[in-house]
């Protein structure tokens, strides 16, 4: 997938970017804890077929959202709440080609602006985690057919963080986030009345050097390197990121979930 350019941001919004957004300004596609290997372990628990309607929320840049239509000819509803992802979701779905079967749109997962049952399959990498979890998790599972599937990526602790790695990520890095252990996401996603709750684990490798590569390809790391070390404000940025995250990494992990919305399920 190649990336479009964008408009330059000023430093001073690039100062004030979260973590994500600066990841998609300087052009990571990929941009949840598990990498490409949770996107592909959430590709296989769908079992996506051509007819299917799916809805990518949180689409970030619209990587797996483009990734669903060119490999499983589903048509797919992308959204995302913030500007900088649309604009750049927008831009990536016209590079690859696939404005046909890609929309790109606003959405709160909150307050998904969607009938009940509008969708065979509902996917949400890494964006529960940053509201109201019931919530989110609910709005999920009313926009999903009964029969269909919510699929989901999530943080969670591998082992418990010391207070100080604690601090740094969920006070520095994402304020706001909250990361919790695998059973209490299975707990969530069961209360908002998914079954057969599947649950895939692995580490935080996104951020490290063999996830960076192995998920961006070494020509896209370079590219990414270069854009970085070409501003000062970039550079910064990343100086201040990089060692924060990696207190974290040794804690963290990202687990795949995967539910059935029951056949039987009101509309
Ligand atoms: C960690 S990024 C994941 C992006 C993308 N899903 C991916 O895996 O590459 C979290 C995304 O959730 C979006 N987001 C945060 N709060 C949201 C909300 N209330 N409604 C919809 N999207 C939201 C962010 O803008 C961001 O694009």
Known sequence: MSVATA??????????????????????????????????????MAEFAPDHRVLDVGCGVATSA????????????AVDISPVMLQRAEAN???????????????DILALAYPDAEFDRVLAEAVTMFVDRLRAAAELVRVCAPGGRVLATEFFWRKPPTPEAREIFLGQVCPGMQVDTLEAWVEIYQAAGLTDVQVESGPFEMMTPRGFLSDEGLMHCMAIMGRVMSRPAYL????????????????????????????????
């Open 236 to 267: 910064r940025k990343m100086a201040w990121l990089m060692p924060r995250i990696q207190q974290a990494v040794p804690y963290l992990g990202f687990i795949a979930v995967c539910g059935s919305k029951p056949s039987s399920a009101s509309r």
């Open 66 to 77: 483009i990734q669903i239509a060119q490999r499983f000819g589903c048509r797919v509803n």
């Open 7 to 44: 408009p330059r941001l000023p430093s001073p919004d690039v100062a004030r970017l979260d973590p994500y957004q600066f990841m998609a300004v300087i052009g990571k596609r990929v941009i949840h804890p598990g990498g490409r290997h949770s996107s592909e372990t959430l590709f296989r």
């Open 93 to 107: 779905v016209r590079a690859a080609g696939v404005g046909n079967r890609v929309t790109v749109e606003r959405a």
